[in-house]
């Protein structure tokens, strides 16, 4: 295969996203009897953060209707509140689920991987990158409260974090289903699933591009709990409380020995990687097929 498209990446965006997005964090910290702890309701468009009842612990909610996909906003978004809660001390734990009915997250956006220009896309699959390693690295307990469909980018986002709560639907599945859209998930995508469910059932579900029912999910290890719809922020809130009973330090020193050479794989070829989707992306083969799988998405409703 040959990978020699060269392009320019830009830095300008995800280096700095706090100079790309207007903050619109109201009263982020209230200074309390001399000391900051956040009360409020902030993030911003697409990214709701809100302190939850219990102590040390926020919900971050998507908001990108109709699927939450993960547009180049939603992802600069998503970095940027994830590091306001790693810089606010005050916070120990993150739930992260959607405001889309039925749906977690559709993914990664086709409109950005689709018809664009190589600029783009390499500025795209940089975000990707870096919402990936923000997320698998961070220092918080995060856990995945998914209270809908969940393919693709949305699972990979899902499996960054430290567990999964999911509703207990059959209407709703999981899963890398690249191979479904004639792509092939990158190796970090596969190195996170082999960390979550092992090599064999990986093998097998990044091959046929399984999108796992609830039940099969739990039954693989995609997912650690299933609870009825309307239980699954609460659940995942309790499974926050249990998690908080861990010294921080140890827990994060361990997380980190855990994930380290997995992020690594990445941290080492970071511009290789964006070379090598912005050259896969690029081919007249590729676009073709994801410009079919973007009009089946757009014809099932006529
Ligand atoms: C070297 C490495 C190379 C490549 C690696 C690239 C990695 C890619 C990973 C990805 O994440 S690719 C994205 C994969 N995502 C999917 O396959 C999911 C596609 N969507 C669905 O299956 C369904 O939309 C849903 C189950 C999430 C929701 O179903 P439903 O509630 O019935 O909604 P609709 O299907 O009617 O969709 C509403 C609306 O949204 C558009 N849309 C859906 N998904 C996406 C998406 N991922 N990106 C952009 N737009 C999406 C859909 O076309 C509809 O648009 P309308 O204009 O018709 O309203």
Redesign the pocket.
């Known amino acids: 295969m040959a990978l020699t498209a060269v392009v320019r990446i830009p830095t300008r965006a995800l280096l700095r996203p706090w100079a790309r997005l207007r903050d619109s964090a109201l009263g982020w910290m209230e200074p309390v009897g001399g000391v900051e702890v956040s009360t409020q309701r902030f993030g911003s468009q697409r990214v709701l953060v809100e302190p939850a009842s219990a102590a040390g612990v926020a919900v971050m909610t998507f908001k990108n209707p109709?699927?939450n996909?993960?547009s180049l906003e939603l992802l600069t978004e998503l970095v940027i509140n994830l590091e306001k809660l790693e810089n606010d001390k005050t916070f120990r734990g993150v739930v992260l689920t959607s405001d889309c009915p039925?749906?977690f997250s559709?993914?990664?956006?086709?409109?950005e991987?689709c018809g664009r220009n190589p600029a783009h896309y390499a500025e795209y699959w940089k975000a990707v990158q870096e919402m990936w390693l923000r997320l698998y690295l961070s220092n918080l307990m995060l856990v995945a409260a998914i209270n809908g469909?969940c393919?693709?980018?949305?699972c990979?986002m899902s499996l960054t974090c430290d567990y999964r709560v999911m509703a207990d639907n059959p209407k709703y599945a999981i899963g890398l289903?690249?191979t479904?859209?004639g792509?092939?998930?990158?190796f970090w995508?596969k190195d996170t699933l082999v960390n979550t469910i092992g090599h064999r059932a990986s093998e097998r579900a990044l091959q046929l591009g399984l999108l796992f029912p609830p039940t099969e999910a739990l039954q693989v290890g995609m997912v650690d709990r299933l609870v009825p719809e309307d239980q699954v922020q609460s659940t995942a809130l309790s499974v926050l409380a249990q998690w908080m009973a861990i010294p921080d330090h140890a827990r994060q020193l361990t997380k980190n020995m855990m994930r380290k050479p997995t992020a690594d794989g990445l941290l080492k070829k970071r511009d290789e990687d964006i070379q090598?989707?912005v050259s896969?992306?690029s081919r007249d083969s590729i676009q073709k097929s994801l410009q079919m799988?973007?009009a089946k998405?757009?014809q099932?409703?006529g």
């Open positions: 109709p699927v996909s993960l039925g749906i559709a993914g990664l956006d086709l409109t991987i469909a393919p693709a980018g949305g990979l289903n690249e479904l859209l792509i092939v998930a990158p995508f090598n989707f896969f992306i799988y973007l998405l757009r099932k409703k």
